[in-house]
């Protein structure tokens, strides 16, 4: 069973940038779709971005888009999410996840990611 651990989060003023971290252990990296899901407080987990097995197709949220970017590095097991021009409104606690659904529908639907990581805590000020 694939383990996950986030790293990169923190505070950052309002328009700033953070780097995700997420690296993998205990599996086969690329057996898995990689995502990442947020949650603040009092909101519903939101399935914010998403990539393939192969880095070839990406998912990113309305609410994130041509702000966030989702990559990975097979052959260092890590996935990541560049996030900029940061708003108050991404506050929340990201949770790097994997899914091992080969199902076209199921690629940005976020109970197909089984596997989550502790999460790691991102806070935009304003």
């Known amino acids: 069973q694939v383990q996950l651990e986030e790293s990169g989060g923190g505070l950052v003023q309002a328009g700033g940038s953070l780097r995700l971290s997420c690296v993998a252990s205990g599996g086969t990296f690329d057996n898995y779709r990689m995502g990442w899901i947020r949650q603040a407080p009092g909101q519903e987990r939101e399935l914010v971005a998403a990539?393939?097995?192969?880095?070839?197709?990406?998912f990113v949220a309305e609410s994130v888009k041509g702000r966030f970017t989702i990559s990975r590095a097979n052959r260092r097991n890590t996935v990541y999410l560049q996030m900029d021009s940061l708003k108050p409104e991404d506050t929340a606690v990201y949770f790097c996840?994997?899914?091992?659904?080969?199902?076209?529908?199921?690629?940005?639907?976020?109970?197909?990611?089984?596997?989550w990581g502790q999460g790691t805590q991102v806070t935009v000020s304003s």
């Open positions: 990539v393939s097995r192969n880095n070839g197709n990406t």
């Open positions: 996840a994997a899914s091992p659904s080969y199902q076209f529908s199921e690629f940005a639907l976020l109970s197909a990611y089984n596997y």
